[in-house]
């Protein structure tokens, strides 16, 4: 069981927008860690797709965008492409560990 | 770019050993902070190790600890994860990953290398 809580499964048709939710508690997301967000493709290596909860690294599209509030962090994909489908997985620090939420498979119908 | 290369995954039997390195090119790689990540078959990402530039600070997941042991050689570009009295559910491809410049993110990750542990 993962310490950043994940939906395993969002989806959304071509040109929609979807919002993965990531929720964490008052020893990680809540005690002001950042959350960073991480694109997984198909059989490749995971991508740093947000980071410090809302930066965008260089070559990301600005369709990526993150948020955060309280113990809960948010990755919003508009102008959903085909490409897009992948896995997502949150990212932030809990004393002297770095944690993962269990990931959100997104499906682009 | 940052490069980072993983080798010497492979099968090992339940309670044994095996020693994965890290090769780094292309940046500094004494000054970086690096780590390790794994992630089983169908699975999600679990952190695993972190070593501080110099080596002097060193962190482990609770499900390795006692068990693997994270080093790093800044003279050879090479970071080191030694994995001992090995578990079926320690089966998993293991990443290197570096914290570069994004704060605590990890920014540059290698192509991974798979560790099987069955009998």
């Known amino acids: 069981q993962s310490v950043l809580t994940q939906l395993p499964s969002v989806s959304g048709a071509p040109g929609q927008r979807v919002t993965i939710s990531c929720t964490g508690s008052s020893s990680n997301i809540g005690a002001g860690n950042d959350v960073h967000w991480y694109q997984q493709l198909p059989g490749t290596v995971p991508k740093l797709l947000i980071y410090g909860n809302s930066n965008r690294p260089s070559g990301v599209p600005d369709r990526f965008s993150g948020s955060k509030s309280g113990t809960s962090a948010s990755l919003a994909i508009t102008g959903l492409q085909a490409e897009d489908e992948a896995d997502y997985y949150c990212q932030s620090y809990d004393g002297s560990h770095w944690v993962f939420g269990g990931g959100t498979k997104l499906t682009v119908l | 770019e940052v490069q980072l290369v993983e080798s010497g995954g492979g099968l090992v039997q339940p309670g044994g050993s095996l020693r994965l390195s890290c090769a780094a090119s292309?940046?500094?790689?004494?000054?970086?902070?690096m780590n390790w990540v794994r992630q089983a078959p169908g699975k999600g990402l679990e952190w695993v190790s972190y070593?501080?530039?110099?080596?002097?600070?060193?962190y482990y997941a609770d499900s390795v600890r006692g068990r693997f042991t994270i080093s790093r050689d800044n003279a050879k570009n090479s970071l080191y994860l030694q994995l001992n009295s090995l578990r079926a559910e320690d089966t998993a491809v293991y990443y290197c990953a570096t914290f570069y410049g994004s704060g605590n993110a990890f920014d540059y990750w290698g192509q991974g290398t798979l560790v099987t542990v069955s009998s």
């Open positions: 070593i501080s530039s110099s080596g002097s600070s060193i």
């Open positions: 292309r940046f500094t790689f004494s000054g970086y902070e």
